[in-house]
């Protein structure tokens, strides 16, 4: 993974600094995913790689399909 900045409000920068490593995660995968969404939206097949390296990359760190589903139930 790269590291980039972006620009938030006060506030915003307030709680990321606040939040504990796991929210700060789980928002982090989230802004990963969405701008990857808006970035690729044109190009199907270099999103289609990036979701299938993100895959491969979170296999690696431990994320289970038991844990995937566990967070999307929250989601919902």
């Known amino acids: ?10 506030k915003v920068a307030k709680a ?7 929210k700060r995660r789980d928002i982090s995968n989230k802004i ?5 969404k808006e970035l690729f939206e044109y190009d199907k097949a270099a999103f289609l790689q990036y979701l299938d ?3 491969n990359e979170m296999a690696e760190r431990g994320l289970t399909q038991e844990i995937l589903d566990d967070i999307l139930k929250d989601e919902a």
């Open 16 to 22: 990321w600094r606040d939040a504990p490593s796991d």
């Open 53 to 55: 390296g993100l895959r």
């Open 32 to 36: 990963n995913i969405r701008m990857s």
């Open 1 to 10: 993974m790269e590291r980039i900045v972006l620009e938030v409000d006060d």
